[in-house]
């Protein structure tokens, strides 16, 4: 009991410190924290980031399942990591690196059955699609997905919104 009290302090502090400081996070969040805010940007690793869920336990989900009003195969469900969350709570207009969303595609049925993902993985002076990672399939073994940074098909569209966040929900 008497180690579980600095232990508590300890996480604490890293994480108050990675959330008020994310563009910082690279050197004060370890490889478990960052792992579990931001997905991982290598393909490969990020398909199996989402099928195991890596996003549920930090992210910021949307209050329901609601109709895609975009391209994205119906029924969604959006979640904001917690670095686009403090980004937001302070009215950033750039966001940090590291901001994150994942969106759970259902296509009409009940269950996840695909994603799309965008990942901030530079912060240029002024907004811009190459800062952005983009990920979309429409399976759950991303076959076919797209996949890459500025992709024109999910920029172009997404160039309409606060940095490329199209959803209206705000934390
Ligand atoms: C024709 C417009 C359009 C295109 C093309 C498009 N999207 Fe979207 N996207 C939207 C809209 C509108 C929303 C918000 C409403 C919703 O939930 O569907 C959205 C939401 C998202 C979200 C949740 C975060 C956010 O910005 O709101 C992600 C992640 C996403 N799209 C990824 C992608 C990816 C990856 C691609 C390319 C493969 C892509 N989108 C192509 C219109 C588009």
């Not at 563009?23 to 099928?51: F, G, Y």
């Not at 997905?145 to 999910?154: D, E, M, N, T, V």
Request: proline share 6%; charged share 15%.
């Amino acid at each position: 009991m008497r180690h579980l009290i600095p232990a508590t302090i300890g996480l604490f502090c890293l994480l108050t410190t990675f959330i008020s400081l994310p563009s910082q996070a690279h050197t004060t969040c370890d490889e478990t924290c960052w792992a579990n805010v931001i997905p991982p940007t290598n393909k490969a690793k990020l398909i199996n980031w989402l099928n195991n869920k890596g996003y549920k336990a930090n992210f910021l989900p949307e209050p329901a399942r609601h109709q895609s009003t975009g391209p994205h195969g119906g029924v969604v469900k959006t979640y904001y990591n917690p670095v686009l969350v403090n980004d937001l709570a302070a009215r950033r207009k750039r966001f940090s690196k590291g901001a994150a969303m994942v969106k759970e595609l259902f296509l009409g049925g009940n269950t996840v059955a695909g994603y799309a993902v965008m990942v901030k993985t530079d912060r240029s002076p002024t907004v811009k699609a190459g800062d952005w990672l983009f990920y979309e399939a429409f399976d759950t073994n991303g076959q076919g997905a797209f996949y890459g940074k500025g992709i024109q098909l999910c920029a172009g569209c997404h160039s309409a919104g606060k940095d490329y966040l199209l959803s209206t929900f705000r934390p």
